[in-house]
T-cell receptor
Framework: AQSVAQPEDQVNVAEGNPLTVKCTYS??????LFWYVQYPNRGLQFLLK??????LVKGSYGFEAEFNKSQTSFHLKKPSALVSDSALYFCAVRDMNTGFQKLVFGTGTRLLVSP | EPEVTQTPSHQVTQMGQEVILRCVPI?????FYWYRQILGQKVEFLVSFYNNEISEKSEIFDDQFSVERPDGSNFTLKIRSTKLEDSAMYFCASSETTGGSQWPQHFGDGTRLSIL
């Protein structure tokens, strides 16, 4: 069965500093990996995905994520955080070897960027 | 940019009543989904729908739940007899399908369902 772990409930970072939000996954086959962001009273907004190819993927709003197969990780990064990046971030996985489409989400990490 | 829209944004219902949550997926998308998020918990998959039939469902999606695409634009989730534990935020999502399951799912803003 697929699973995702986001070990940090909250990440605090000062504006202008780099940020990392951690994610590890478990699938029986090869993973499709996604990051979503949720602002208050809004739905999940797609940020980026890893399907295949380069381990470093770039997404919206200057975010990027690094896929590491040996560590089964897909950490979200940004070189310089903005106060407006403060939100709830979800990592999600689906097993590309199954015929199913469902996403399995982590518990989410709240990012707080202070001015 | 096209969006998934959900109505209503908040639904309050008495326990035991039927409720229908409505969604309009992105127009050229062919895969549709419902997820739910109980307050303070993670987002959980309920069901996926493709080609007018359920393609996958979770153990949460029991006989009290049903989905339908009544016309060319709407996608609905019905809960026949609501329970207190059905209180949650329900998200609809849709994705393209052009032979690849790597297309991201795009989510609506959700319907907050409160069961009294």
């Amino acid at each position: 069965a697929q699973s995702v772990a986001q070990p940090e409930d909250q990440v605090n970072v000062a504006e202008g500093n780099p940020l990392t939000v951690k994610c590890t996954y478990s699938v029986s086959g090869n993973p499709y990996l996604f990051w979503y962001v949720q602002y208050p009273n809004r739905g999940l907004q797609f940020l980026l995905k890893y399907i295949t190819g380069d381990n470093l993927v770039k997404g919206s709003y200057g975010f990027e994520a690094e896929f590491n197969k040996s560590q089964t990780s897909f950490h979200l990064k940004k070189p310089s955080a903005l106060v407006s990046d403060s939100a709830l971030y979800f990592c999600a996985v689906r097993d590309m070897n199954t015929g199913f489409q469902k996403l399995v989400f982590g518990t989410g990490t709240r990012l707080l960027v202070s001015p | 940019e096209p969006e998934v829209t959900q109505t209503p944004s908040h639904q309050v219902t008495q326990m035991g009543q039927e409720v229908i949550l409505r969604c309009v997926p992105i127009s050229n998308h062919l895969y549709f989904y419902w997820y739910r998020q109980i307050l303070g918990q993670k987002v959980e998959f309920l069901v996926s729908f493709y080609n007018n039939e359920i393609s996958e469902k979770s153990e949460i999606f029991d006989d009290q739940f049903s989905v339908e695409r009544p016309d060319g634009s709407n996608f609905t989730l019905k809960i026949r007899s609501t329970k207190l534990e059905d209180s949650a935020m329900y998200f609809c999502a849709s994705s393209e399908t052009t032979g690849g399951s790597q297309w991201p799912q795009h989510f609506g803003d959700g319907t907050r369902l409160s069961i009294l």
